[in-house]
């Protein structure tokens, strides 16, 4: 069975920086794609980004392009995503997605695979 833990969120300053990570056990999508997502209360789900674990390749929401970086660790079944120049509107419930047919995705349907979320809170 597939699990994904995230973890790394937190309060930080407008301006800051958190690092959130995601630790893939019990599967073997290494060739697959990999995403962040994020959820506000009273709000759908929204995709940040994605990686092709194969390629390295990566994607961004243009919310967060420029500021986010996606990475990966095939060797140790880890993703990151770095979080800098942090806003308020950042503030979110961020999941870790595992897919297990398609190299890069932005589409919530194509993830089998969730974590259970982790708070990254943003003040003013």
């Known amino acids: 069975q597939v699990n994904l833990v995230e973890s790394g969120g937190g309060l930080v300053q407008a301006g800051g920086s958190l690092r959130l990570s995601c630790a893939v056990s019990g599967g073997t999508f290494s060739d697959n794609a990999m995403g962040w997502f994020r959820q506000t209360p009273g709000k759908e789900r929204e995709f940040v980004a994605t990686?092709?674990?194969?390629?390295?390749?990566?994607y961004y929401d243009e919310s967060v392009r420029g500021r986010f970086t996606l990475s990966k660790d095939n060797a140790k079944n880890m993703i990151y995503l770095q979080m800098n120049s942090l806003k308020p509107e950042d503030t979110a419930l961020y999941y870790c997605?595992?897919?297990?047919?398609?190299?890069?995705?932005?589409?919530?349907?194509?993830?089998?695979?969730w974590g259970q979320g982790t708070q990254v809170t943003g003040s003013s």
């Open positions: 997605a595992g897919a297990s047919r398609v190299l890069l995705s932005v589409r919530q349907s194509d993830y089998s695979y």
């Open positions: 990686i092709s674990r194969r390629f390295g390749t990566t």
